[in-house]
């Protein structure tokens, strides 16, 4: 009860906070609104955002993957998207391309591009399928953080 409270203070923070931040205005002047299970949300456990140029706002959480166009939520999970093998989204990265880099706990890792996902796992020669967290850097290469330590890919 007290976790699920905190979380949509926490994100109606996030999500007013932000805009705040970005003027002189008060935040008196804004509305502010919480997105719980009726409204769309597998879970109230959300663990992760990440915004893509597109302007969604993706949210991860222990019931998988939503997208956010400012007003509705589509829901990825392991019942609507093959890639999913496990729902719990524990990070997400947006690449220097735009990909989108999906942390999962249990499923190891998924790529979003072009509006096609595509998983990795142990049997892709990541260390482990429990991913902590990922990052791309200036060169290009993809960092992950999972149970088993740091692995670094050259190109995915």
Do not use: C
């Amino acid at each position: 009860m007290v976790r699920a409270f905190l979380t949509r203070i926490w994100i109606s923070s996030l999500l007013l906070g932000v805009s705040a931040l970005a003027s002189d205005t008060s935040l008196a002047t804004y509305v502010g609104r919480t997105w719980q299970m009726q409204d769309g949300l597998p879970e109230q456990t959300v663990q992760a955002f990440a915004q893509t140029k597109d302007r969604y706002l993706w949210i991860g959480t222990t019931g998988g993957l939503l997208r956010f166009d400012g007003a509705h939520l589509v829901l990825y999970d392991r019942d609507n998207t093959p890639a999913f093998t496990e729902n719990n989204v524990f990070n997400l990265t947006v690449g220097n391309d735009d990909t989108l880099w999906i942390a999962t706990e249990g499923g190891g890792l998924i790529r979003y591009k072009d509006d096609v996902f595509r998983s990795y796992s142990a049997k892709d020669g990541l260390l482990n399928d429990f991913v902590r967290a990922v990052y791309q850097d200036r060169k290009g290469s993809i960092w992950i953080g999972t149970d088993n330590g740091l692995f670094r890919s050259l190109k995915i």
